[in-house]
């Protein structure tokens, strides 16, 4: 029986690489998807062995980032989850582990090495590409567990950096003003940062916007 995985990626020439790749490798790609509120419809219709989505996919009425990855999570709790990124943050990529994705693969990788993820997660092996892992092995050791940052804090930092205002990233997310202030503040304490400016700098430097 084929592996069937359900692809999602707001850029079509992107999906129709990617499908025509997984497609040689006898894997049936079910159904695509190019927003968020597409992928999780696509979802509930299309049964699958394995999800692999894009990180970021602005424009649907459902948010993208961790976000996504807690929807798909809290609907298909069962459904192995492979993110497929050009985000290289290592602090979202390791909350994106702790949220129960089993593989992160960065766009820049080969894509011989995404099918083979895409297999190692059908069979609920986590995966990441040797040099992903080495990363984060040192990041994890660095930081320490009391140091990196919460998927809702790496989620904060992100929005922030691309233009939202705390009052507009609680009403996106349905959290106080309060907690976002909190959030942002322990987020921008972990990291060193002392303003806005260097938040900024911060997330384009490291490929969160």
Aim: glycine share 8%; charged share 25%.
């Amino acid at each position: 029986m084929k592996l069937r995985v359900f692809l999602a990626d707001d850029h079509p020439m992107v999906l129709l690489g990617i499908r025509s790749i997984l497609e040689s490798e006898g894997i049936d790609v079910v159904g695509t998807a190019t927003s968020t509120d597409a992928l999780i419809k696509g979802l509930r219709s299309h049964p699958c062995d394995v999800v692999i989505t894009d990180l970021m996919m602005p424009g649907g009425s459902l948010p993208d980032g961790t976000l996504l990855i807690q929807e798909i999570r809290a609907e298909f709790p069962l459904l192995p989850v492979l993110v497929m990124t050009m985000v290289s943050n290592l602090g979202i990529i390791d909350s994106l582990l702790r949220l129960g994705v089993l593989g992160v693969v960065e766009k820049t990788e080969r894509m011989d090495m995404l099918v083979e993820a895409v297999r190692a997660v059908a069979k609920r092996r986590r995966f990441e590409s040797p040099r992903l892992m080495d990363q984060l092995q040192s990041y994890r050791s660095e930081r320490g567990n009391s140091d990196r940052l919460s998927p809702r804090e790496a989620e904060v930092i992100r929005l922030l950096a691309s233009g939202l205002s705390v009052s507009e990233i609680g009403v996106r997310l349905g959290r106080s003003l309060k907690t976002i202030s909190r959030q942002k503040m322990d987020a921008m304490r972990k990291l060193g940062l002392e303003s806005d400016v260097d938040l900024y700098n911060y997330a384009r430097d490291q490929g969160m916007i």
